[in-house]
């Protein structure tokens, strides 16, 4: 998945993971289809079974999304950036309701910057 992928609502992201699952078991299925079709059904099932660990884990906080970027962010950035993602992933009623506090977003720079070197 792509960055802008993780930014999205867990229900979002949710809903776009399972609508590709019959094309994630048919593209594994006719990958594997020459080893036999118990085979090929197996490894379409895990292929699936992958997919839905995927679809129902959470999705990566947004300091780790912003240190794998590989970008050195200012502080002053990172506060605009932070505030946009956590609106597109709360969405708009909850967002306005509940927006991110100033201690979260700094709280979530610290991290940003204790985690750059874990994604060399």
């Not at 009623?93 to 927006?99: G, R």
Request: aromatic share 8%.
């Amino acid at each position: 998945m792509k960055v802008e992928d993780d930014v999205l609502s867990p229900g979002a992201r949710s809903s776009l993971l399972f609508q590709v699952i019959p094309h994630v078991w048919g593209a594994a299925f006719a990958a594997h289809l020459e080893h036999g079709r118990d085979a090929a059904v197996a490894r379409a099932d895990a292929a699936v079974a992958a997919l839905e660990q995927l679809r129902r884990s959470p999705p990566p906080a947004l300091e780790t999304i912003a240190a794998k970027s590989g970008q050195d962010i200012s502080e002053h950035d990172f506060r605009g950036w932070y505030r946009i993602c956590d609106g597109l992933r709360k969405g708009p009623i909850e967002a306005a309701l509940n927006p991110a506090t100033e201690q979260e977003i700094e709280d979530a720079y610290r991290a940003y910057g204790r985690a750059k070197g874990d994604f060399f």
